[in-house]
């Protein structure tokens, strides 16, 4: 895959992240990567791409007990797999299992870091950010810091910025 397609499927996925309509607004959308510069070949390639690998979900592909903070099976889109390294991956993954996030603030930390990990490369330090930004309860923070080895034995100098 050459530099122009990541970068237009970037910008399309950051669309997407954005709640914007990419099939509605395909027409917008492609004058606006040509008047960037892009060649049309790159630009369908793209799409095609984001369509293909597409996978929709509804509520009955996934097992949610409301009595459970958390622990659901969530998995993981393509594109998600696409962008989460395997650190970002795993803490996700060590969050879930800690039951400790309701499923609304896991599902908003993963939106969070997806929209992330679109422009960057997703380090303990920047998901650690984002977890300070979704969680309110400084316990719940002390908790993950101290439950999660990314984010103990001094491999990150933790703090809680709320």
């Not at 962008?83 to 039951?99: E, H, Q, V």
């Not at 930004?133 to 990150?156: Q, W």
Request: zero cysteines; hydrophobic letters at 45%.
């Amino acid at each position: 895959m050459d530099k122009n397609l990541i970068e237009i499927i970037s910008f399309l996925i950051k669309k997407i992240l954005d709640d914007e309509d990419i099939f509605f607004n395909q027409d917008e959308i492609i004058e606006e990567l040509q008047y960037l510069g892009y060649d049309m070949e790159d630009i369908d390639e793209a799409f095609s791409f984001i369509f293909d690998n597409s996978i929709l979900f509804d509520d009955s592909d996934f097992y949610f007990d409301s009595s459970m903070q958390s622990g659901y099976n969530r998995v993981f889109t393509e594109t998600e797999k696409m962008y989460f390294n395997s650190i970002a991956k795993g803490i996700i993954f060590k969050l879930n299992n800690l039951k400790i996030l309701s499923p609304d603030e896991l599902e908003m930390l993963i939106t969070k870091m997806m929209q992330s990990a679109v422009f960057e490369f997703l380090e303990t330090d920047r998901i650690w950010q984002l977890i300070n930004e979704v969680v309110e309860e400084p316990e719940k923070l002390i908790y993950i810091a101290d439950n999660i080895s990314e984010f103990k034995d001094g491999k990150l100098n933790y703090q809680i910025v709320n």
